[in-house]
């Protein structure tokens, strides 16, 4: 699909500040909007049928990058999200590419390839944008951080712990490791979050890793551990400026579908578990404490379809998340789905309201 397509479908559908609506193309889902209340609708009203839960309301959705490419890429995949220093979006494919989308349309305005230090593809997972501009990355396949410049040039690469290595040099399961990523306030911090547990941990038991910036380079420094629902994973971590998190947890089950859940988490008086070779529940850790903000099959459907069983259809692989401002008492956070390249699965963007 051309790009000026792309461009006037979502100009057209997403010029309220407030609604992430638009029209896709031809081989995208339906989209909807939150803009549908009469002149009868009272404002009480619109907020309720908006509503995830008490803390948490949709904004609205977009398929319109659904099965699109720009400049010869398949645009989807997306793995996180980020904010850029001029206030574009980034959008980090799982196959090695980084798109530069614009804020409001979500039109994609760049694409860069991504490689290791060999030219080969990357598990690109996390993504954080360092107050310099550089792209901080997460790879699964080993895994691996590394800094690369606006134009995807490596510029040097992060330690990680040997018990956080994929097996056999690690106790980390392939596949299962670094998927969210986030500089807390200050910049001085880098927390990169595992999606699974590791072997000889308790089921359901992640751990969270941190860097502390010395001397201009990033070095190791404390770990926590946080406990996700059953059957549940963390593919994102977004630090909020007092340093507690936003985590999303996920899953899926074949026939039944996803399931989402936002919560919000205080790793600022957890156990620092770095030297804790296994993590059992045994008493002296204390993991990072959270509250659930909301789980996102109770969000309003808006007319969403899906291409598989889903327990709600609005529900899909969702796994980037970046908070894009504050209105009106709320965060304003941005969520996107990984469709895997899958002809049923969908590349969706969520605009979500957090009351934290």
Not at 173 to 183: A, D, R, V
Not at 348 to 353: A, H, I, K, V, W
Request: hydrophobic share 40%; proline share 5%.
């Amino acid at each position: 699909m051309r790009l000026r397509t792309v461009l006037a479908t979502l100009t057209a559908g997403l010029a309220a500040a407030t609604t992430l609506t638009a029209a896709g193309p031809a081989n995208a889902h339906p989209a909807t909007s939150t803009a549908t209340s009469t002149a009868t609708n009272t404002a009480t009203n619109t907020a309720t049928s908006n509503a995830c839960s008490p803390a948490v309301s949709l904004d609205g959705f977009s398929d319109a990058l659904d099965k699109t490419t720009f400049e010869g890429t398949f645009v989807g995949n997306f793995s996180a999200l980020a904010l850029d220093r001029d206030g574009s979006l980034a959008a980090l494919s799982d196959r090695s590419s980084l798109f530069g989308l614009d804020a409001k349309t979500l039109a994609p305005r760049s694409v860069v390839p991504l490689a290791d230090e060999s030219g080969a593809a990357l598990d690109s997972e996390g993504l954080a944008i360092d107050g310099d501009g550089t792209r901080l990355i997460t790879s699964e396949t080993e895994p691996s951080i590394r800094r690369y410049s606006r134009d995807g040039r490596i510029l040097d690469r992060l330690p990680v712990p040997s018990s956080l290595l994929v097996a056999p040099a690690g106790r980390a399961t392939s596949n299962q490791t670094f998927e969210g990523l986030t500089l807390l306030p200050g910049g001085r911090t880098l927390l990169a979050s595992m999606e699974y547990a590791l072997s000889g941990d308790s089921t359901g038991i992640v751990r969270f890793q941190t860097w502390r910036r010395q001397h201009g380079r990033f070095a190791l420094s404390a770990q926590y551990a946080y406990r996700a629902d059953s059957g549940l994973g963390v593919p994102e971590v977004q630090a909020l400026p007092d340093g507690r998190l936003l985590v999303l947890e996920r899953g899926f089950t074949s026939g039944v579908g996803n399931t989402v859940r936002l919560y919000l988490a205080d790793p600022r008086h957890a156990t620092d578990t770095g030297g804790t070779a296994n993590l059992t529940g045994q008493d002296g850790v204390r993991l990072v404490k959270k509250t659930l903000l909301a789980d996102i099959v109770n969000c309003p459907s808006r007319g969403a379809t899906a291409e598989q069983p889903q327990p709600n259809p609005l529900l899909d692989n969702i796994e980037g998340m970046v908070i894009t401002g504050r209105a009106k008492g709320r965060l304003e956070v941005l969520l996107v789905s990984d469709d895997n390249q899958n002809a049923a699965q969908t590349t969706r963007f969520y605009r979500l309201r957090v009351r934290v």
